[in-house]
C-alpha cells in the first residue's frame, strides 16, 4: 500500500522500488517504537564520569605542561647567566639589597660605575650572586624575573624615578607664599 504520490514518482521514474521499501521500514519503526536501545541510567553515569575523567587529566597535564615550561626557561636563564657572567674581581664592596637584606659583592671602579648607569646588572646564581651585561639580562629577564635582584637600567616601581614626579605634581597644586623665609 503506496500513497498515490509514491506511484507517480515510481511511474516518472524519480524514486526507486528499493528506496521507497526503505523509507516505508522506517517510518513504520517510528510509527511502533521500535528504535534502538535507549541508554540505561548506569551507562549515563559512566559516560558522564567517562568526561569528568578526561577533563580531570586534561587539565592535570596542562598543569605539568605549564610546570615543565617553568623549569625549562629557568633552566635556561641559568645557562644564560653561567655563559655570560664576569670573574668576581675587586676590592670595593658594592651594596644592595635583596629580599630586604643588604648584600655585598666585590667590585673595581669601572665596574662599579657600569652598575650605576644599568650597563652590568646583578643576579643570583646558585648560592650567591653574578654580573652580567645587560643584553644577557634581558634574556634572563624574558625567562625568570626573580633571579633579577639589581637592575639600574630600567626604573622600577620602588625607585625614585617614578615617585619624584608624583611628588612634584602633588605639590605643585599648592602655592608658595613670595615672602616665605628659610
Excluded: C
Excluded at 136 to 160: I, K
Aim: glycine share 8%; charged share 30%; aromatic share 4%.
Amino acid at each position: 500500500m503506496r500513497n498515490p504520490l509514491q506511484e507517480q514518482l515510481l511511474k516518472a521514474g524519480l524514486a526507486k522500488k528499493s528506496k521507497l521499501a526503505e523509507v516505508a521500514r522506517e517510518q513504520a519503526k517510528q510509527r511502533h517504537g521500535k528504535s534502538g536501545p535507549k541508554a540505561s541510567a548506569e551507562q549515563l553515569e559512566a559516560e558522564r564520569a567517562r568526561l569528568e575523567k578526561a577533563e580531570r587529566d586534561r587539565a592535570l597535564s596542562a598543569e605539568r605542561n605549564a610546570q615543565a615550561r617553568l623549569q625549562e626557561q629557568r633552566a635556561q636563564a641559568r645557562q644564560i647567566v653561567e655563559q655570560n657572567r664576569l670573574k668576581p674581581e675587586g676590592e670595593i664592596a658594592y651594596g644592595f639589597t635583596d629580599a630586604g637584606v643588604i648584600r655585598n659583592v666585590l667590585v673595581n671602579e669601572t665596574v662599579r660605575a657600569q652598575l650605576a648607569v644599568g650597563n652590568l646588572v646583578i643576579v643570583r646564581h646558585g648560592q650567591g650572586y653574578a654580573l652580567i651585561p645587560r643584553l644577557a639580562a634581558d634574556q634572563v629577564l624574558a625567562r625568570d624575573t626573580s633571579m633579577v635582584v639589581l637592575d639600574h637600567g630600567t626604573p622600577a616601581a620602588g625607585d625614585g624615578g617614578g615617585e619624584e614626579g608624583s611628588d612634584d605634581d602633588y605639590y605643585s597644586r599648592f602655592k608658595v607664599p613670595d615672602d616665605l623665609i628659610w
